[in-house]
């Protein structure tokens, strides 16, 4: 939940309320809380909006809203040698 924390986190330092955020991005105060939470995903134009409004570097934001699906993706698996090379196989996939 490295992008639910994050967003918490600057929020709580700017001081500005969940509802606030909520409101700016469309949606109701509860569905923002699940997003902190990391109980529900953000849309992608969500993360980029929310990364606006709380003065972040828009590619900074979307690695940690990446990251939480990567992790989501390979959490449940319980041998740590087969995750990192599920990783490694991915990583190279893709680039």
Do not use: C, Y
Not at 12 to 26: F, K, P, S, V, Y
Not at 63 to 74: E, Y
């Amino acid at each position: 939940m490295l992008f639910g924390n994050k967003i918490r986190e600057l929020r709580d330092e700017q001081g500005l309320l969940q509802r606030q955020l909520a409101a700016a991005l469309e949606i109701d105060t509860p569905m923002f809380s699940k997003i902190e939470r990391g109980d529900r995903r953000a849309k992608r134009e969500q993360v980029v909006k929310l990364a606006e409004l709380l003065h972040q570097d828009v590619n900074e934001m979307l690695k940690l809203w990446l990251a939480d699906k990567v992790i989501d993706a390979v959490g449940d698996e319980h041998d740590h040698i087969l995750k990192r090379d599920a990783i490694e196989v991915a990583q190279k996939a893709i680039l």
